[in-house]
């Protein structure tokens, strides 16, 4: 089975801090997003990476980088967390080919005061 | 862009009883992706099926089946046999054939299922 591990299922930050979200895949895939999920909102993508070293924008990348030093790890930070950043993170990882889905990590409810 | 719309913010279904959850998409693409993800809560998001656009035949995962439209482009699940344990948010979701980076995700529909 395939298996994506976050950091932690629940965190809370203040205002300004700086804060890393964590990822882990034990699959080899190469391919591993992040996306934060809001009520009403469905799953919006922030980062997504294809292979080590390698990032691309998703469509809400405006306060978040990342970071992939590892294949199987994919970190999503938040340079200055602001409140407008509570939210519930998603990590998921998939293969390059075309026919593969997406597997999804426990997620990460993240609040900042 | 693609979008994904899931009308039916919430539903409930009686255990035992069928249910329908709708999902409509827009693309001007020919081959793509269409998947049904569920959410337990505070569990993870897994898949519960996937259709393959080329596909005329509606797949089906033992309770779980779709209704894919393509010409309409709708792509309803329908849960038979309904159980406590599909209580859950489903997703509806879209991928390019030629992006398999890009998912665009509906906003969601959380079931309900009475004993």
């Known amino acids: 089975d395939v298996k994506v591990t976050q950091s932690s299922r629940y965190l809370v930050k203040r205002t300004g801090e700086k804060v890393f979200l964590e990822c882990v895949q034990d699959m080899d895939h190469e391919n591993m997003f992040w996306y934060r999920q809001d009520p009403g909102l469905g799953l919006r993508l922030i980062y997504f990476s294809y292979d080590v070293k390698m990032k691309e924008k998703g469509d809400i990348p405006e306060g978040y980088s990342v970071s992939r030093e590892k294949k199987e790890r994919f970190s999503l930070i938040l340079e200055s967390a602001s409140t407008n950043q509570t939210s519930m993170y998603l990590c998921?990882?998939?293969?390059?080919?075309?026919?593969?889905?997406?597997?999804f990590g426990p997620g990460t409810r993240l609040t900042v005061l | 862009a693609q979008t994904v719309t899931q009308s039916q913010p919430e539903m409930s279904v009686q255990e035992a009883e069928t249910v329908t959850l709708s999902c409509t998409y827009d693309?001007?693409?020919?081959?793509?992706?269409l998947f049904w993800y569920k959410q337990p809560p505070s569990r993870q998001m897994i898949l519960v099926i996937r259709q393959e656009a080329y596909k005329q035949q509606n797949a089906t995962e033992n309770r779980f089946s779709v209704n894919f439209q393509k010409a309409a482009k709708s792509f309803s699940l329908k849960i038979s046999d309904s159980q406590l344990g599909d209580a859950a948010m489903y997703f509806c979701a879209y991928r390019s054939r030629n992006n398999n980076n890009d998912m665009r995700f509906g906003a969601g529909t959380r079931l309900t299922v009475k004993p």
């Open positions: 693309t001007s693409e020919s081959d793509y992706y």
């Open positions: 998921a990882s998939s293969r390059q080919g075309h026919r593969d889905t997406q597997y």
